[in-house]
């Protein structure tokens, strides 16, 4: 190599990182970095001024303490430096040059002695070329210096300091004193000490740090994988924010455009409307103008008949016009065609059921703890590294199909993890959802027995007094207290109990009461249609809240409400099932089945179906949740499916369609898509009409029996 290219590569290697020069008395930090004490103790001012007690390396920025005396001069030097110091100050004319280690005139080294290890001036140097013993020694002018001479330069045995012992290289390394010594030093300070040679012991020492440097490098390749490892997560999640956006963008830009699509079906739907009403009005005019000209033509004739006044062309014509005028003044006139009133309503304003969710949570790493047998018991949320965590933004979401395909209505309680068990019968199929992505091995199928009611107790009996009935019309529960609503219809009244079936109060009324329905909030909605108010809101202690007039109604038989609130009413005038909005100011749907001219006894609304009860027609009729006619569910009979007179209705948490079979004295049990599951009868309905269901969120099912004057509660 070029001597200067080496220069080049030493002077670089003795910069400072601080002020990017060569190295002035270098003081090495604890992390091993080096620089000039000027530079170290200006930037511990500089962090003083800032009332800091610390500083910073420059380099790997590892915290130190400033000293207390404010300068880093206790701090050891670093020998390589100064060596490198020492060989750079041979090359640069500037800086104050090697001094003669053999006189003591302290004149400028001009050679150095490879075999004496000695700087020489220039009067020591013709000395040493004339003495015999030395004359054969290798000498090399400084400035002709070459690549390998400064390497050797830089590696040159060191020198000890002690006075005296200058010229004595330190060749033993004291166990004692841990220090560096030279031969004069073992007799004279380290007499009697333990010694070892200089080679000998940076050996052992070269083996212990050879040993650290090893387990730094191992680390350092432990790191290295981690921030490879970390750089891949940090581009996964990367792709993984672009694709979930994306997946906004999607969904946003296709609500977009059903949005438009629905935009334009309705402008069709208006143009078509107006084009009609244009063409119903366009006809009226027509018929109008016509007979309009026809009197106006007759008018001017006979007008003009007059005007003349010629008593024969009178007596002539009279007879005909006489007849053409009673012809046009008795001919019907048109009726005015009156346009409909057109009204845009909105029964449901755009709701973005979005959000973004920032978790921990690793759906591949989720699990479902039963997931193999008849209960899916608990839903345990893990990070990507397998340990189970908890984040409250998370959404854990399970759909289950029953056998038939329908899906059940499932609930998850937020106790930092999920509970949820399969109601109804047979293959159920379970996909659980971790924000949005199923968990591994999702879905399963899950095999579940039927659930059956027992029979706990039954309450009531005819008569006027308290807890006695005299013609119950309804029942309901409050799912919030468990309480007991029924429909008292010739004691003018709405009697409340107990789950257990213990009087609590009693609601008077001034008629009959029809039906009574529960609202989320408890509140209690009568239907008395004998009054000019046909609906009365009453809180669960008996207190009115309001009437509900609505002109929509002409003979109502039944209420119900549905889980958004939704009122529900069978009406046996005009044969239709009617749905108001929840605070019943609107009417929202009217339907009926186009090919049944029975009238409906009772509606309840599930998973967008509306399941109806025809007790003439012996079916329970199924629509859409535009009220479009589905199906039937049963026919006339005593069979397993058959139904003699249907009433009232309920769903239990099983998804089956409870249906009481007044007729044949029995409750039957359904699937929603109208399979026959089973049936219980027996003494508790003997000589009994089980006309009116209901059920609890805790699947306690209530049975009202019109002829008996007596509720039966099933468990």
């Not at 020998?79 to 006189?103: K, P, T, Y």
């Not at 006139?333 to 346009?339: A, E, G, Q, R």
């Not at 999920?418 to 199929?429: A, D, L």
């Amino acid at each position: 190599m070029d001597v200067q290219k080496l220069f080049k590569i030493l002077k670089k290697e003795a910069e400072c990182p601080m002020c990017i020069e060569t190295v002035k008395n270098p003081k090495t930090l604890p992390c091993l970095h080096s620089f000039c004490l000027v530079c170290l103790n200006r930037h511990a001012n500089f962090a003083r001024r800032q009332l800091k007690a610390t500083i910073k390396c420059p380099v790997c920025q590892t915290s130190f303490q400033i000293p207390e005396t404010g300068t880093f001069e206790d701090l050891p030097s670093s020998f390589h430096l100064n060596r490198l110091v020492d060989v750079l100050a041979l090359e640069d004319g500037s800086v104050q040059s090697q001094r003669c280690n053999s006189c003591d005139d302290n004149k400028s080294a001009t050679c150095y002695c490879f075999v004496c290890q000695n700087f020489l001036c220039a009067s020591c140097f013709e000395a040493h070329q004339r003495l015999k013993a030395t004359r054969g020694h290798r000498n090399v002018l400084i400035d002709k210096l070459q690549a390998q001479d400064v390497q050797q330069l830089i590696h040159r045995p060191v020198m000890c300091s002690q006075q005296y012992h200058e010229d004595q290289p330190l060749e033993f390394y004291c166990e004692d004193c841990k220090v560096l010594i030279c031969h004069k030093c073992t007799v004279v300070s380290h007499n009697r000490h333990t010694m070892t040679d200089t080679k000998k012991a940076a050996q052992e020492q070269k083996m212990q740090m050879s040993d650290a440097v090893a387990k730094v490098k191992a680390e350092i390749v432990r790191y290295e994988s981690e921030i490879k490892r970390q750089t891949d997560l940090r581009n996964k999640n990367k792709v993984e924010i672009l694709n979930e956006e994306k997946k906004m963008t999607d969904t946003v830009e296709k609500l977009i455009r059903d949005l438009r699509e629905h935009e334009r079906k309705m402008k069709d739907k208006f143009r078509e409307i107006y084009e009609a009403e244009q063409k119903h009005h366009a006809t009226r005019l027509e018929n109008f103008e016509l007979v309009a000209t026809q009197l106006k033509s007759c008018f001017e004739r006979c007008q003009s008949f007059l005007e003349r006044n010629f008593s024969v062309e009178i007596l002539q014509t009279n007879h005909a016009i006489l007849g053409r005028c009673n012809e046009l003044l008795n001919v019907r006139k048109p009726d005015l065609y009156m346009s409909p009133h057109i009204h845009y309503l909105v029964e449901k304003k755009l709701d973005l059921m979005d959000r973004v969710v920032v978790t921990k949570t690793d759906p591949s790493k989720c699990l479902a703890e039963g997931q193999d047998s008849k209960e899916v018991k608990v839903i345990v949320t893990k990070d990507s590294k397998g340990f189970q965590c908890y984040q409250q933004d998370d959404k854990t979401k399970v759909d289950i199909l029953t056998p038939e395909g329908d899906q059940l209505k499932t609930d998850i309680k937020d106790t930092k993890d999920g509970k949820y068990t399969p109601q109804g019968v047979g293959q159920h199929k379970v996909e659980i959802l971790a924000n949005g992505q199923p968990l591994t091995g999702s879905p399963w199928i899950v095999q579940i027995d039927q659930h059956q009611y027992q029979f706990a107790f039954q309450f009531g009996s005819q008569g006027k007094g308290r807890g006695e009935f005299a013609g119950i019309c309804d029942i309901d529960v409050i799912d919030k207290t468990g309480t007991i609503a029924v429909a008292d219809g010739l004691n003018q009244r709405i009697q409340l109990f107990s789950s257990e079936g213990k009087f609590r109060r009693e609601i008077r009324l001034d008629s009959k009461p029809y039906s009574v329905a529960v609202t989320d909030s408890g509140d209690l909605l009568t239907l008395v249609p004998e009054r000019e108010n046909k609906l009365r809101l009453f809180s669960e202690e008996g207190h009115f809240i309001k009437h509900i007039n609505e002109k929509h109604l002409d003979k109502p038989l039944r209420v119900s409400i549905a889980s958004d609130g939704r009122i529900i009413i069978t009406d046996c005038s005009d044969k239709k099932i009617k749905v108001l909005s929840p605070d019943g100011n609107n009417l929202l749907q009217s339907f009926n089945a186009s090919d049944c001219d029975e009238s409906p006894f009772f509606a309840i609304y599930h998973q967008d179906k509306f399941f109806v009860s025809y007790y003439s027609a012996n079916c329970v009729k199924v629509f859409n949740k535009t009220g479009v006619y589905l199906h039937d569910i049963g026919c006339k009979g005593s069979n397993d499916g058959q139904f003699n007179g249907p009433r009232g209705l309920v769903i239990d948490k099983y998804n089956r369609l409870i249906v009481c079979d007044v007729g044949n004295q029995r409750l039957q049990l359904f699937t929603l898509s109208g399979k026959f599951l089973s049936k219980f009868d027996g003494q508790y309905f003997k000589n009994g009409f089980p006309r009116y269901v209901a059920i609890n969120s805790g699947s306690s099912l209530v049975v009202g029996d019109l002829v008996n004057s007596r509720i039966s509660v099933f468990h």
